[in-house]
């Protein structure tokens, strides 16, 4: 086939111009390499990736994901039911959340799904029963709490973790203790996840050290575990998406390398989202009007806060491209707007972009996780759609 032309952004041109807007454009190359990329760094290892599919559930990502041999980490049904529909192997499929409902569980259990990831002891007993009652026996692990500060980088020395997740470090024992005289669940590890976006491998370093000692404090009780979870939190660079359209995977599984003492036949599994989908999305819109007030500029888009929600929940950074203007004129300072009512509907304060008119497209990069999952219809707005680029 002829390779396809591309526009001064990498983007296929004919695919940003003809498709209505907005939607996102997923680079199919880009997630291709990042998967490979994982793979190459995994290979040789115990390890086992799981893709968090609440990252960006697009069907057609995930088959994707799928065809690469990764499992998938859920957190409801409905995911449960989208991981089986895109190919992923039941037996390679760890299931989270604090909120487990029955539902979820039995189907769960039905398709005998890899690992329950377990976050308290009401739901332990509850995954026990559900089991027994379905004549069957449950594969679970313990997600624990390890009091490690993602965000900081400190270790939290707090004895009463104020946190949802997970169990902590002093009920573990009895709690693990508790589920070895359970007739229908198999315990098979300890899980962790300590945050999302973490771009150092300080967390990791300190998550491996927490690990290392409780398998040491357990092994010497008789507990040996199959299998350890370190979960994800690997972070993107979104500030520079073309020259770091990929994570620095080598750094990330190399701090587990280093630090994590597996023992013999121990397994070890990721739970990686954002890392795997964030850079291969964009969200594609056009400018609607482009408005001045006394002191400011604005660009009002066809996108908003219903398509990708993170600059508005949590003041996330995202680059920003005018697809249209040439890059060699002038700039100007603007807001970047969507149209919906809310005054958080805002992707960017003071950006300096070229000088911009009604009807160019921009793009709005870094876009490919929690942006399309999170789209809602606030405003009965429609969901926002997808193209699959590739460049040949
Ligand atoms: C959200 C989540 C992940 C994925 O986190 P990323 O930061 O996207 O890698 C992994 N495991 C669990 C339990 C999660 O809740």
Redesign the pocket.
């Known amino acids: 086939m002829m390779s396809r032309t591309l526009n001064k952004h990498g983007f296929v041109t004919d695919l940003v111009e003809k498709t209505p807007t907005p939607f996102y454009y997923y680079d199919m190359d880009i997630l291709h390499e990042t998967l490979a990329e994982v793979n190459r760094q995994i290979g040789g290892h115990p390890f086992k990736v799981h893709y ?1 599919v ?2 960006n559930g697009n069907p057609h990502i995930l088959k994707t994901i799928a065809s690469h041999g990764l499992g998938a ?1 859920l ?1 409801s049904g409905g995911e449960v039911k989208a991981a089986i529909e895109a190919g992923f192997d039941p037996r390679e499929m760890t299931f ?1 959340g604090v909120g487990k409902t029955d539902w979820e569980i039995r189907l769960g259990i039905e398709n005998g799904i890899g690992c329950f ?1 377990v976050e308290s002891v009401p739901e332990l007993d509850i995954i026990n029963q559900l089991a027994g009652e379905m004549g069957k026996k449950a594969n679970i692990a313990f997600r624990v709490n390890p009091d490690i500060d993602a965000h900081t980088h400190k270790y939290i020395t707090t004895g009463t973790a104020d946190n949802k997740f997970g169990i902590t470090l002093e009920a573990l024992e009895q709690v693990i203790n508790h589920a070895l005289t359970l007739q229908h669940v198999c315990l098979r590890g300890l899980h962790f ?1 300590i945050g ?2 973490i771009t150092t491998m300080q967390p990791f370093v300190m998550l491996c050290e927490t690990i290392n000692k409780l398998l040491d404090y357990y092994s010497g009780r008789g507990i040996n575990f199959e299998m350890i979870n370190v ?4 972070g993107i660079n979104y500030n520079d998406p073309d020259m770091h359209p990929i994570p620095d995977f080598e750094s990330y599984f190399n701090t587990f390398k280093q630090h994590l003492q597996l023992r013999p036949n121990q397994l070890l599994h990721f ?5 795997i989908v964030g850079g291969c999305g964009s969200l594609i819109s056009r400018v609607v009007f482009v408005k001045e007030t006394r002191n400011k500029k604005f660009i009002i888009l066809d996108a908003g806060m219903t398509d990708l929600i993170r600059p508005a929940l949590y003041e996330a950074h995202h680059e920003i491209q005018n697809l249209t203007a040439a890059d060699t004129g002038t700039q100007e300072t603007y807001d970047v707007v969507g149209p919906v009512c809310e005054s958080s509907d805002v992707f960017a304060h003071d950006r300096s972009l070229p000088t911009t008119h009604r009807g160019d497209l921009i793009a709005i990069r870094s876009a490919g ?1 929690y942006g399309e999952s999170m789209s809602s219809r606030y405003n009965m707005r429609p969901l926002p759609s997808s193209v699959f680029a590739t460049r040949e």
Request: hydrophobic content about 30%.
């Open positions: 968090a609440k990252a980490d957190v989270s990831n996840h999302s976006q979960g994800g939190g690997l739970e990686l989202g954002r890392s996780a």
